[in-house]
């Protein structure tokens, strides 16, 4: 049994330093040691595996020929070619080597094949082969002083070698790439500073201590990215749906579709079959919406009783001296379902073709506007957001249609807390039936600007029919195009711009503030409580569901109180409420209507264009150049596109410089004449004595 000592272990090194020797030394050296016997314990252990030596080149084993070195040790004996089988002959069994205790084959019959050792990288092989030979069962390794147990446990000679997560089965893997620089480094792990990734082990390499391989180009491994599960946009919301109706329980929120709803290029923004696709792609869907009731399989049939009793109202309204009622039937009262509020019909506010409007008074008592428990609810009652007051309007529309509800909660909706926000009408309910729907809204019973411009006109003067003070114009003026520049920068239109569709709202100035005679532009003073309140949204129009490079067809009768396009029968969109301001302007003006008149068109063929004006001249005495800019701005909004976003409408920088030269010269002249203040005060009081 062989003693693992320090000088054994010498012996072992200087056996792997020697230099190598010439075919015919070697066989000399062969017919000496074959009557030597070999014993149990010629044999390594796998810790001194010669797998993890070190590589011998020519240059460190100095020149074969002259070297007198002599082996000293049965390994000199050992050689790849001698001892390893054949690893392509399938009966011989590779995974175990020759020189255990089990082996039983005769060395001897193995030392008669001529054996030639390379002794240069230009001699070697076409194949390499490995060994590592395996401990039989019964050995244990030696313990002495030099050996510390965490390399014992790795089964590696105590050498501080740098190690590339390599095992003894993967130390010839170098072998498999084209560059082989084997000869010039100490161990099989990666060089220092290289960025050369390190190899990896292939496929059916590195099984077995004995394996060969042939220098051949062999395929780098490519590893395959991850697959990626791609995800639908399409079916995210069906595969949604499909869960939460699954799990039983509601869709906490609506996916919108992305884009607009109408892709056409041209079309009729009033037409039903648009407003229909309008509604059936909104999200969330208008029966969420606060104050919304649709009962389109029911029939409400009461449009008859409702009119009949209205006129029957007016015609003794108007002969209030007669004493006879008794063709007055009792004034109907309207039950809604979901509704708390009950409301018994007053009169007609205003007689329309296809709308008309009526005064309705809520008269349901307090303790029917509580809950069973007879406690209070936010939001109704005394904590209702809007403020109701028992006065309120009624809308009736023919046919049926809640476009008007949409577009005024979408305006109030999208403008927020503002004071823009606050010269829109409130809109409360809307109850929708299949032949007929109910539109409740705010009640001012201030009039309009119509009514405004019709008292003046009664105040004759030497020249004829009054009109409105220019202080009161501009002051109205500015409210106007506040208002209208807000909800074109909301994308909304009004579509129906006109004097009798903008009511005054002089609201009362509270107790804790003080109305100033000096106007103020930011509201402050008083000054936001005063102004004009938007109505009548059926012809509204949301352009956040169109293309942005819509254009509009009117398929209706036109008339002078239509822009242009629309009488021209060309593609129009922000020019209906452009020419509906300037036709508002100019009746307050003026005291008449708009009637405008084309200049000479500009340019040659077709890139000629019409320039637009209104048929009256200004008076000298008026800011003629602030009211020619108006004019020209609103009738030719075309030409002004240049300095605004896109270069294309709407003109909000446009609308926005008139507006504060309209501001600016109020400011500095509001007390001029009977004053701004004195005028308004004038207006309230001559509106009062109207609806008496």
């Known amino acids: 049994m062989t003693l693992h000592t320090r000088a054994a272990t010498d012996d072992i090194y200087d056996l792997f330093n020697q230099p190598l020797k010439l075919p015919e030394e070697e066989e000399d050296e062969e017919e000496e040691s074959d009557d030597d016997d070999m014993t149990d314990g010629d044999y390594t252990s796998g810790g001194e595996s010669t797998g993890t030596g070190r590589l011998i080149s020519t240059s460190e084993a100095g020149d074969d020929e002259t070297s007198d070195v002599k082996s000293v040790s049965e390994w000199s004996e050992f050689t790849a070619r001698k001892h390893i089988p054949n690893i392509d002959d399938e009966d011989e069994d590779t995974r175990a080597s020759r020189f255990t205790e089990g082996d039983d084959e005769d060395p001897e019959a193995v030392v008669e094949e001529k054996l030639v050792t390379p002794v240069s990288p230009e001699l070697l092989p076409t194949a390499r082969t490995m060994f590592v030979p395996i401990p039989p069962e019964d050995y244990e390794p030696p313990t002495r002083p030099y050996r510390d147990p965490a390399q014992v446990s790795m089964n590696r000679l105590p050498f501080m070698t740098p190690i590339a997560e390599k095992t003894e089965s993967s130390l010839g893997m170098s072998t498999a790439r084209e560059e082989k620089d084997y000869f010039n480094s100490k161990t099989p792990s990666k060089e220092n500073g290289s960025r050369k990734p390190p190899v990896r082990p292939i496929e059916g390499l590195g099984s077995s201590p004995f394996r060969e391989i042939v220098n051949e180009a062999t395929p780098v491994d490519k590893i395959p990215q991850p697959l990626l599960s791609k995800k639908l946009k399409t079916n995210t919301t069906a595969a949604i749906a499909a869960k939460v109706q699954a799990s039983g329980g509601p869709l906490a929120k609506e996916i919108a579709p992305k884009g607009p709803i109408i892709k056409d290029v041209q079309c009729n923004p009033v037409d039903d079959y648009t407003r229909d696709m309008i509604f059936a792609s909104l999200q969330p869907p208008l029966s969420t919406y606060d104050g919304f009731f649709e009962h389109k399989d029911e029939s409400r049939s009461r449009s008859a009783e409702i009119k009949k009793y209205a006129k029957s109202a007016s015609k003794m309204h108007k002969n209030a001296s007669e004493k006879t009622m008794t063709n ?129 006109r009664a105040e004759p003067t030497t020249t004829g029919p009054g009109v409105m003070d220019e202080t009161l114009v501009m002051f109205f003026t500015i409210e106007l195009f506040r208002t209208i520049e807000a909800l074109h920068s909301k994308g909304i239109l009004h579509g129906d711009l006109k004097a009798d569709n903008c009511l005054v709202r002089f609201d009362p100035i509270p107790d804790t503030d003080v109305w100033m005679p000096k106007y103020r532009k930011d509201g402050t003073a008083g000054w936001n409580k005063k102004g004009v309140a938007l109505i009548d949204f059926g012809r509204g129009i949301d352009m956040k569901v169109f293309r942005p490079d819509v254009q509009f067809i009117a398929d209706w009768k036109t008339g002078p109180q239509d822009c242009a396009e629309m009488r021209e029968l060309r593609p129009w969109t922000y020019q209906i409420d452009y020419h509906g301001l300037a036709g ?93 203040q004195a005028s308004i005060r004038k207006l309230e009081a001559q509106l009062g004595g109207r609806r008496k």
């Open 328 to 456: 007055l039937a009792m004034p109907p009262i309207l039950r809604f379902p979901g509704a708390d509020r009950q409301y018994m019909l007053k009169r007609e506010l205003g007689a329309g073709a296809f709308a008309p409007v009526y005064l309705i008074e809520n008269v349901a008592s307090e303790d029917d506007e509580l809950d069973e428990n007879q406690r209070p609810i936010m939001g109704k009652g005394a904590f209702d957001a809007y403020g109701r007051k028992d006065l309120e309007a009624l809308k009736m529309e023919d046919p049926p249609t809640a476009w008007e509800f949409y577009i005024m909660r979408q305006a109030k909706r999208r403008l927020g807390v503002s004071r823009a926000a606050e010269s829109i009408t409130n809109v409360y309910e809307m109850h929708l039936y299949q032949d007929e729907c109910y539109l409740i809204e705010e009640f001012r019973d201030q009039g309009t600007l119509l009514d405004v411009i019709n008292i003046a």
């Open 584 to 676: 508002i302007v100019h009746s307050m003006l003026f005291g008449k209507y708009i009637d405008t008149v084309a200049d000479k068109e500009k340019g040659v063929g077709a890139a000629s264009k019409k320039s637009w004006r209104i048929r009256e001249g200004l008076k000298r005495y008026w800011q003629t150049e602030i009211w020619g800019q108006a004019f020209e701005l609103l009738l030719n909004p075309t030409s002004h596109v240049e300095g605004e976003e896109g270069s294309r409408m709407p003109v909000l920088r446009g609308m926005r410089e008139v507006r504060e030269r309209m501001e600016t010269w109020l400011e500095g002249n509001c007390e001029r004449g009977v004053g701004l």
